[in-house]
């Protein structure tokens, strides 16, 4: 609880660059019938999730062209190697590729998030240094994660506008983010060969 109360304070008074943390808790399939659907495109997030045997979607559609980003990374626990990459996909409104990334070819290296105070394996990203490099047009696109056993836990960031409002911090606050992020993405137990 206490992580939690420095976390909201630093938030609260400093400006950022961290994406508001979300957790897929499953209650959505992710397929090509059911994505998890993103708003505000350009709005960061970081949407925590884990592949437990199929590939997941997510679906953004905007009535305006905006800036892309995405970024895939997972957890790194101490004194374990990465155990799995992740292959990352944009696709457009007929799921036809646009462009992709491919997690085993990328170079996954540890990066230190300074405001959840926890390491990173950062992979592929469809940007760079965190940040959209290119703009699409107003329409409807998929996300698409997945690796050769659809298995995992992974972090896609999406976005690079930072917008930290009091309903977010309070969300993080009631619903105890970043505990459950915590427990659930930097469990120990998960560090076995």
């Known amino acids: ?22 957790i897929n808790n499953g209650e959505v399939a992710m397929d090509r019938s059911a994505p998890y659907v993103i708003e505000e495109p ?11 045997g199929a590939p997941h979607y997510y679906q953004i559609t905007s009535g305006e062209a905006f800036r892309f980003y995405a970024g895939l990374t997972a957890p790194k626990l101490d004194g374990c190697d990465l155990k799995q990459t992740f292959d990352l996909e944009v696709l457009d409104a007929d799921f036809d590729q646009i462009d992709a990334r491919a997690g085993d070819s990328e170079e996954w290296w540890p990066w230190y998030e300074e405001y959840g105070k926890t390491w990173y394996w950062v992979g592929p990203e469809i940007g760079e240094d965190f940040k959209g490099d290119r703009q699409y047009d107003a329409g409807t696109y998929y996300i698409k994660v997945s690796n050769a056993e659809n298995s995992g836990k992974y972090v ?7 917008r930290f409002g009091f309903g977010t911090i309070a969300g993080m606050l009631l619903n105890n983010t970043m505990g459950k992020i915590r427990d659930g993405w930097w469990n120990e137990a998960d560090c076995t060969d």
């Open 1 to 22: 609880m206490r992580s939690t109360i420095a976390l909201v304070t630093i938030l609260a008074a400093t400006p950022l660059s961290a994406h508001a943390p979300v």
């Open 42 to 52: 350009e709005h960061s997030k970081a949407i925590f999730s884990e592949l437990t």
């Open 156 to 162: 896609l960031a999406v976005g690079d506008e930072e």
